[in-house]
C-alpha cells in the first residue's frame, strides 16, 4: 500500500484511483486494504479481550464464565475486534497472554480499569473501588514492557511501526464515575472534581503515545450510564422526572457522560492544535445508544436497549446476586435482539454498528477512512 510514510503512489496508479477504491471498500463493508501494520488498544472491560480473566485465573473464586470469542464481556466480538478485522489485522491478543508475538499489536484493556490511580481514590476516600490495580497508567507501563518484546535492540524500529499503527486509548471514565457514585458523591462534585481529573489524566495518556511515535490514536468517549440496566437497577426513583421520557434512562447519570464527552473534544481540540502531525480521532459510544434507546426497533432491537439479554431477573434483568455467568442467571435466546448482554456491556450487533459508524462516520470525528485516506494522497 502506498502511502506519504511508505513511498509516493505509482505513476501508474493515480490518485483518483486510489481514493476511489477505498471509498469504495468503506461503503461495501469490504476489510479496507491493511493501512495499518499493527493497533494497540487500552481501555476497560468494554475493549477487554481477556486480560482480566488470565491476571485473576486462580485469584478470585467466582469469575463468570464467558461465551466466545474467549474472555470478553458480550456474546461475540468488541469494537476492537471489529476495527481489526476492517483493517485486516488479526483480533488483538491479550498483553496479560505472555510469550504472545505482539508484532501486529496488542491489547492492554482490563475489566475494571480507571483513568486515574487507586491512591486517587483512596486519597479522596472512596473505597468502593475494586482492589485491581489495572489503571490507565498501569496500562502504559504493560505497553512499555510489550515494546521491549517487539524491538528489544532497536528503538528506533519500534517507534517506525508506531507511525504505522492505530492506537485505541478508552473508553476510560465509565469506572471513574462509577465508583464516585457508589461513595455517594453529589453530580455537581462530580463534575467540578472527577470530571477534570479524569480528562486532564486523558490528555496526558494520549500524548504520552504521540511522544512513543503514535500519528493516529482513537480516544472514544463515554456510554450513556443513565441507559445501562446496572445503573438503572442500583439508583432507580420514584420521582418521574430523574427519567427522560423519550429513552427511559436517568437524567442524572447521562448528564456526567454528556459533560465529560465535551470536555473532552474540547481538550483533544487543544491537543491536536499542539501536535499537528497526529491526526486525534474523537470516537462517539453516546450518540449511537441514545439512538437505539430512543428507537431500537429501527436498528433491529426488538427486545429494546434497557433490558440486558443476560441476567438474573428484575425489570431490567440484572440482579448483582446472579450476574450473567455466575449461577441463577439465564440467557435470552436472541441476544441480537438486545442491546444490552449482562446489564453493563453490549451484544455482538450494536458493538458491529458502532465500529462500522466509526470508521465510515458519522460517529468518529473525524471517521478512520477519512484519516487513512487523506494519509495515503497527503
Known amino acids: 500500500m502506498a502511502s506519504r510514510r511508505r513511498g509516493q503512489p505509482p505513476a501508474c496508479l493515480p490518485v483518483l484511483v486510489l481514493v476511489v477504491c477505498l471509498a469504495a471498500a468503506a461503503v461495501s463493508g469490504e476489510p479496507l486494504p491493511q493501512y495499518y501494520d499493527a493497533i494497540f488498544s487500552f481501555g476497560d472491560s468494554?475493549?477487554?479481550?481477556?486480560n482480566f480473566v488470565i491476571i485473576n485465573s486462580g485469584k478470585l473464586p467466582n469469575i463468570p464464565k464467558f461465551p466466545p470469542p474467549y474472555a470478553r464481556c458480550s456474546n461475540g466480538r468488541l469494537v476492537i475486534d471489529f476495527l481489526a478485522e476492517a483493517f485486516g489485522l488479526p483480533l488483538l491478543p491479550p498483553s496479560a497472554n505472555k510469550g504472545t508475538n505482539f508484532?501486529?499489536?496488542a491489547n492492554f484493556a482490563v475489566m475494571g480499569a480507571t483513568a486515574l490511580e487507586l491512591q486517587y481514590f483512596k486519597d479522596n476516600n472512596v473505597w468502593s473501588i475494586p482492589p485491581f490495580n489495572t489503571s490507565m497508567n498501569v496500562q502504559l507501563g504493560w505497553f512499555q514492557e510489550v515494546k521491549q518484546t517487539i524491538c528489544p535492540s532497536d528503538p528506533s524500529a519500534c517507534r517506525a511501526l508506531f507511525g504505522r499503527s492505530l492506537f485505541v486509548f478508552g473508553e476510560f471514565g465509565g469506572n471513574?464515575?462509577?465508583f464516585a457514585w457508589k461513595a455517594d458523591w453529589s453530580?455537581?462534585?462530580?463534575?467540578?472534581?472527577l470530571v477534570p481529573a479524569v480528562v486532564a489524566s486523558l490528555v496526558s495518556g494520549v500524548e504520552r503515545l504521540l511522544d512513543e511515535g503514535a500519528r493516529h490514536v482513537v480516544v472514544p468517549g463515554n456510554l450513556p450510564a443513565g441507559c445501562i440496566p446496572i445503573t438503572l437497577t442500583m439508583y432507580p426513583s420514584e420521582d418521574r422526572s430523574e427519567y427522560d421520557p423519550r429513552t427511559g434512562c436517568l437524567k442524572k447519570y447521562n448528564s456526567v457522560a454528556l459533560y465529560h464527552?465535551?470536555?473532552l473534544r474540547i481538550a483533544?481540540?487543544?491537543l491536536q492544535r499542539r501536535r499537528p502531525e497526529s491526526r486525534i480521532v474523537y470516537a462517539d459510544y453516546y450518540t449511537p445508544y441514545i439512538q437505539f434507546a430512543r428507537t431500537p426497533h429501527l436498528y433491529g432491537y426488538k427486545r429494546g436497549a434497557l433490558r440486558a439479554c443476560c441476567g438474573g431477573g428484575g425489570p431490567y434483568n440484572y440482579n448483582m446476586s446472579a450476574?450473567?455467568?455466575?449461577?441463577g442467571a439465564t440467557t435470552c435466546d436472541d441476544p441480537d435482539a438486545h442491546v444490552s448482554w449482562d446489564?453493563?456491556?453490549?451484544?455482538?450487533?450494536?458493538y458491529r454498528f458502532i465500529a462500522n459508524t466509526w470508521v465510515k462516520g458519522p460517529y468518529a470525528h473525524p471517521p478512520l477512512a477519512t484519516v487513512v485516506l487523506e494519509d495515503m494522497v497527503d
Open 268 to 270: 483533544l481540540d487543544r
Open 323 to 327: 450476574s450473567c455467568g455466575l449461577p
Open 103 to 105: 508484532s501486529q499489536g
Open 187 to 193: 453530580l455537581e462534585k462530580v463534575k467540578t472534581t
Open 46 to 50: 468494554f475493549s477487554d479481550t481477556g
Open 261 to 263: 464527552n465535551a470536555m
Open 343 to 350: 446489564g453493563i456491556h453490549l451484544t455482538e450487533a450494536p
Open 176 to 178: 471513574d464515575y462509577s
